[in-house]
């Protein structure tokens, strides 16, 4: 397999702008700048400071006798006891128990650990899912994508990477090539289910909810072979569920970058469930434009169980 990038094509150089005229020469000898009167408001110029008398020598301090000094330490240490007891005895007059002043406690730092259901990373669910997706070729020279299901084993990926085909290889992520037989289409949800004839490896899990249960903003990302770029990860949001073509069929909405060779892919949410397959791009151009749109994984889930 190939990784190579396709060639670049010539960008054609613009046409009918108007030449750039030439800059006029700098002159010499400019004038001085003119000193601009002060501003209202502005604050004015420091002005000298007149000298300071340097102030008297300080007396020197007599210090009090050991004795003394210990002797008031001590007096103000029963003092400041007698107050902190007399607060004690106003804030926990119900208890009868005796206020006892204990020294501070060292501080001790919680570790908090997360929920157990709490979503893993990105990094993490490209790792966990990517051995699911493979790449697909025919015998007419179609080129897409697939991903393995579990706990099936079946390959599900869209009718139109498979539909003129006589043949289909599927080329999994550690670069077995793997032939496969066609088992179930259907051309107006554009989706199609795979048989491999040799092992695969394992597959992904498929959503349950409605919809897979995606919300306007949830975090989502595609695994396919855009031009040929086997494993190409791109992760975005979920743009609008809900969504229909003109067929009726309903779509999930993403702006996840995917562009052709992502077709029959798989578009995951971060637990790492197949939520949708992309199939098709909305824009002005044949490349991606952040419109895509994905078939939900309620459509995949009855195409696998009315395989025969």
Request: no cysteine.
């Amino acid at each position: 397999m190939s990784n190579e990038l396709p060639p670049l094509e010539p960008r054609p150089r613009s046409e009918g702008l108007p030449p750039v005229a030439p800059r006029e020469a700098r002159q010499g000898n400019l004038p001085p700048l003119e000193t601009a009167p002060p501003r209202p408001g502005a604050l004015p110029p420091f002005a000298d400071e007149p000298t300071r008398p340097l102030p008297p020598p300080a007396r020197p301090v007599r210090r009090a006798p050991r004795g003394l000094r210990t002797a008031a330490v001590v007096t103000l240490a029963v003092v400041a006891a007698g107050a902190v007891g007399g607060v004690s005895a106003r804030v926990f007059d119900d208890d009868p128990a005796p206020v006892t002043v204990a020294a501070e406690s060292p501080r001790v730092t919680a570790t908090v650990t997360p929920p157990a259901d709490t979503e893993p990373g990105l990094t993490d669910a490209v790792a966990r899912v990517a051995p699911t997706v493979v790449e697909v070729q025919t015998d007419v020279g179609s080129q897409g994508s697939g991903v393995i299901l579990s706990p099936s084993g079946l390959v599900v990926t869209n009718y139109h990477v498979i539909q003129n085909a006589g043949s289909v290889t599927l080329i999994t992520a550690g670069g077995l090539r793997v032939p496969a037989t066609i088992v179930n289409r259907d051309e107006r949800q554009d989706l199609a289910i795979l048989e491999p004839q040799g092992e695969v490896g394992r597959g992904a899990e498929l959503a349950d909810e409605p919809d897979a249960g995606l919300r306007q903003g949830d975090q989502v990302f595609a695994i396919g072979s855009p031009f040929g770029l086997q494993n190409t990860v791109t992760a975005g949001i979920v743009s609008a569920v809900g969504r229909t073509n003109p067929e009726g069929v309903p779509m999930i909405q993403i702006d996840a970058p995917i562009n052709p060779g992502n077709s029959g892919g798989g578009l995951f949410d971060l637990r790492g469930r197949l939520v949708g397959i992309p199939t098709s791009i909305f824009g002005p151009i044949s490349g991606n434009v952040g419109i895509g749109f994905a078939v939900p994984a309620s459509r995949v889930r009855a195409m696998v169980e009315s395989a025969p």
